[in-house]
């Protein structure tokens, strides 16, 4: 004979493991709420828009309305238009040309003084090698007094060959000037005074290699053997 009692306390229905819908559920509703943003409250704009563009098929604003019943009403107008623009193209031109003249002028400027410069050291060391040779040392104001002196007249010369190249004056003149330089500067070499050679040779070095820079290569080397061939008949040395 069996006896079957009874455990006070012991619950006879065992709690069922949370299936896959309830986790989600319960994750669902652990996560936080997002606020939504309201709608912007500012007020309409006012302000005229900046450009007022009609709609199609009506005139704009301040438009000229012009009816033409006639074809020489429409020749007029087409005359009328076509002389604006002529206008309006010969100004163009003008502030074209203007402008390039600027811009010409600018370029002669600059090219004057790109030459300049360099030439007026390359004067300032003539003198200085010339004072050396003779055991002298030139003073700060007198490479200054003949930088002055210097610059302004080699400015001029540049200038006026440069923008004159092709002119027969400006040929001849360069051509006379070079053989007369190298001339002159040989002869100061061997025959002069150290006063006169370091009055006279530095302006004429830089004289003749500036003629033998801005000549043409053909009459560059013309120049050259006339220097040389007085040279030779002269029987004179480079060096004293």
Not at 9 to 26: L, V
Not at 61 to 73: L, R, Y
Not at 212 to 228: F, N, S, T, Y
Request: net charge negative; aromatic share 8%.
């Amino acid at each position: 004979m069996a006896i079957v009692e009874e455990i006070p306390g012991a619950s006879t229905i065992r709690s069922r493991a949370p299936t896959k819908d309830n986790k989600q559920k319960g994750k669902s509703s652990a996560q936080p709420t997002i606020p939504l943003v309201h709608p912007s409250a500012l007020p309409k704009p006012t302000a005229p828009p900046l450009l007022n563009v009609p709609p199609p098929g009506t005139i704009p604003d301040g438009a000229k309305v012009h009816t033409v019943s006639s074809a020489e009403e429409i020749e007029q107008l087409q005359q009328q238009l076509e002389g604006k623009r002529g206008e309006d193209e010969a100004e163009d031109e003008d502030e074209d040309e203007e402008h390039e003249r600027e811009e010409e002028g600018n370029d002669v400027i600059f090219n004057t003084l790109i030459m300049a410069v360099p030439f007026t050291f390359l004067y300032l060391m003539l003198d200085i090698l010339v004072h050396l040779q003779y055991s002298h040392k030139a003073g700060w104001y007198l490479l200054g007094e003949h930088a002055l002196k210097a610059l302004p007249t080699l400015s001029l010369l540049i200038y006026y060959t440069n923008e004159y190249p092709t002119h027969p004056l400006t040929n001849s003149f360069l051509m006379s000037a070079s053989i007369l330089a190298g001339c002159r500067l040989v002869w100061l070499v061997n025959k002069a005074s150290w006063s006169v050679v370091t009055a006279q040779a530095p302006p004429m070095g830089t004289l003749w290699i500036l003629t033998i820079v801005q000549l043409p290569l053909g009459r560059a080397l013309l120049a050259l053997m006339c220097v040389g061939g007085w040279f030779w008949y002269a029987d004179l040395k480079f060096a004293p």
